[in-house]
């Protein structure tokens, strides 16, 4: 079977999607963005009976996303993301940064890598994980809707 890597695996729908395809077969790396995921992801995996080669991977930091590289995955799912709830006017210009950093700056850079990976190996998949969020914007969900939908 074809080897995934999903991004923001640590928990909901990353973390739904690692252990389906790994129950399907598939060659899973999930990746969580901080250290104290790994165990319990892998804990929540030998539970379920599913096998995941679990990963640090934080997909704003150049060395986490060079590591990666290495990993030749043949579909990447691009799902980390994080939301800053509240007011636009309000969130500060550094929250506002980190969050276009997580939810898009990071996964381009990334796929970059491995884009060019699977273009010279001649196959590939990437899937992008966005929001409905962005057709219907709610109250205090602005930054989020611009980046992720």
Do not use: C
């Given at each position: ?8 695996s640590g ?18 790396i999930?990746?969580v ?14 539970a ?68 060019k ?33």
């Amino acid at each position: 079977m074809k080897k995934v890597l999903i991004t923001g695996s640590g928990t909901g729908f990353g973390q739904e999607v690692a252990m389906r395809l790994a129950e399907k077969g598939f060659d899973v790396i999930a990746a969580v963005e901080i250290w104290a995921q790994v165990q319990t992801l892998k804990r929540q995996a030998a539970a379920r009976g599913v096998t995941l080669q679990v990963e640090k991977l934080d997909v704003t930091d150049p060395g986490d996303r060079k590591k990666a590289l290495a990993w030749n995955v043949e579909i990447l799912v691009n799902n980390a993301g994080v939301g800053e709830g509240g007011s636009t006017v309000d969130i500060p210009a550094v929250n506002m940064r980190e969050q276009f950093e997580v939810n898009v700056f990071g996964p381009l850079l990334l796929t970059q890598g491995i884009a060019k990976q699977m273009v010279k190996r001649g196959d590939g998949r990437i899937v992008w994980v966005s929001s409905r969020e962005g057709l219907n914007v709610n109250p205090f969900t602005g930054l989020y809707a611009a980046s992720k939908h």
